[in-house]
């Protein structure tokens, strides 16, 4: 059973840079895996930020940006805002047409 | 505009069937890969199924052998026919879009419809 991990909640300063990160339970993360980012606020639907490991969505801003960290995916926000406040969740493919979510990090911008 | 619209959600009892509806827009569902994602209450994200262009499907395992992804390309439009529904497959059912684009496959979601509420309950 693949299990991705995540961290459940991490907090940033206004302004501040964040790194979110996503890993196996077994294994490292490659490009391999197609890491993808999605953001998501309570009752709404989820938004694509980054796939591709490092591809932003289309309207995305460019303080999104995605990488390989180690043997882990990551997800960095540079300068956040308020309206960063939200869940964000990475998923990976594991190939065979398989996609695995981890249990998103819930981000706190205070 | 593109656009995906799901339907057919609402409250069932454990074990009845339910069929979800997903209407496309501004693009072709048969040209693409479409999955389903589903969020139980207060829980994260969690893969369904894919269907891809030529017809292959896939399905996670806690709904092989219950749940099947189709489409009708003649109304554009994808479909889960979810059977022996179970408690825990109560969620908000998401119809998502792959992205794909100049022969590759890049394996992530773009697209999301605003999602169509499931509750198994007697």
């Known amino acids: 059973q693949t299990v991705v991990t995540q961290e459940p909640s991490f907090s940033v300063s206004p302004g501040g840079t964040v790194t979110l990160t996503c890993g196996l339970s077994?294994?490292?993360?490659?490009?391999?895996?197609?890491p993808s980012w999605y953001q998501q606020t309570p009752g709404q639907a989820p938004r694509t930020l980054i796939y591709?490991?490092?591809t932003r969505s289309s309207g995305v801003p460019d303080r999104f940006s995605g990488s390989i960290l180690g043997n882990k995916a990551a997800l960095t926000i540079t300068g956040a805002q308020a309206d960063d406040e939200s869940d964000y969740y990475c998923?990976?493919?594991?190939?065979?047409?398989?996609?695995?979510f981890g249990g998103g990090t819930k981000l706190t911008v205070l | 505009e593109v656009q995906l619209v799901e339907s057919g959600g609402g409250l069932i009892q454990p074990g009845g069937s339910l069929r979800l509806s997903c209407a496309a827009s501004?693009?072709?569902?048969?040209?693409?890969?479409m999955t389903w994602v589903r969020q139980a209450p207060g829980k994260g994200l969690e893969w369904v199924s894919v269907?891809?262009?030529?017809?292959?499907?896939y399905y996670a395992d806690s709904v092989k052998g219950r749940f099947t992804i189709s489409r009708d390309n003649s109304k554009n439009t994808l479909y889960l026919q979810m059977n022996s529904l179970r408690a825990e497959d109560t969620a908000v059912y998401y119809c998502?879009?792959?992205?794909?684009?100049?022969?590759?496959?890049?394996?992530?979601?773009?697209?999301w419809g605003q999602g169509t509420m499931v509750t198994v309950s007697s």
């Open positions: 998502v879009r792959g992205i794909y684009g100049s022969g590759t496959y890049y394996h992530a979601f773009d697209i």
């Open positions: 501004g693009f072709t569902v048969s040209s693409n890969y």
């Open positions: 269907i891809y262009s030529g017809g292959t499907t």
């Open positions: 077994s294994g490292s993360v490659s490009t391999g895996y197609y």
């Open positions: 591709s490991t490092n």
């Open positions: 998923v990976l493919y594991m190939g065979s047409g398989i996609w695995v």
